[in-house]
DNA sequence: CTAATTCCGACCAACTTACTAGGAATTACA
DNA sequence: TGTAATTCCTAGTAAGTTGGTCGGAATTAG
């Protein structure tokens, strides 16, 4: 029952942007830097993301990734969704493929994985970005505190 | 965010156990056909719960697998917990190995990881074979309803 | 023009998953 | 005593996923 690095990942680099919302694009460089993570494996993710509507890149020197929506407009859960796929325990309750296998009508355990289901979606979808920015520690960037490095408080 | 098929197997058998329980062992012939899935992997899942005393084997002829506790005692996240280990989305949040990363005081995104690994454990805990038996669809075994196989209501 | 950057596709080693294969140990029962 | 049924154990394995690396093309600020 884990999510991958991917998610993981993903998650703490749209922190960064959330962070720097407003404040022109962020090179993956920096990302990559002060969240200690791979460079060109992030890239990969970033593709991802901006493919899923949730980031816009721009190219060139200057350039970087900014969010496309307002922090508080994109929940961790569609940040998952966009890079681990649909939250769902077990593909048969699958909200957005419901493919429904052929033998829900009798199957004892359905109504478990439905709320299993639903109270993750429940904790992904509640939390936003603004909210993960609200509820960084004080000290989540000792280097730069002093520039006040934790900006975006909810616009 | 998917458990394996393992989790799901292991689910699954420990419910036809729990169906049976209290009329000595079933032989994993009887569960893999109930529950269409292949008997040799179904072997090594319930090694698994046999060492994590959930189940226990009876050898020879006549023998089988039943519960080694009441279904009512034995919960879904006890299942999953000896099948794929220890339930949290990431593992620095996991309640058993409290490996608690470095950079734990610093992470934003540490709360939220604890607010999914809680909310997954509570439905799982919360939830029994005797409650799975319990909700097992009328029809859930349309072959010998007529025997009455929804035996195990609680007691 | 140059340096910085996104964008893109290919490749790869290690790991996990979901099995299969084969056989030893144990037991009920004829 | 023999035989069939069963658990128990160890190994192997094909396919997929993970978490990257590598190299290069396209774009843009200065």
């Known amino acids: 029952m884990r999510i991958s690095t991917k998610g993981g990942y993903g998650i703490r680099a749209m922190y960064e942007l959330a962070m720097a919302h407003g404040q022109g694009p962020v090179p993956l460089k920096v990302v990559a830097e002060k969240q200690a993570l791979s460079e ?23 350039g970087g990734y900014q969010l496309a929506l307002p922090p508080e407009k994109i929940s961790v859960g569609d940040v998952i969704r966009a890079l681990e796929g649909p939250i769902a325990p077990v593909s048969c309750v699958d909200l957005d493929a419901e493919a429904g296998c052929e033998r829900h009508a009798t199957c004892p355990t359905r109504g478990l994985w439905e709320r299993l289901r639903d109270s993750m979606i429940q904790v992904l979808d509640s939390t936003t970005l603004a909210d993960l920015c609200r509820e960084a520690p004080q000290n989540a960037a000792p280097k730069d505190s002093g520039k006040g490095l934790c900006r975006y408080q909810g616009v």
Do not use: D, F
């Open 40 to 62: 060109h494996y992030l890239e990969q993710l970033m593709g991802t993301l901006r493919k899923a509507g949730l980031v816009k890149g721009v190219r060139g020197a200057k």
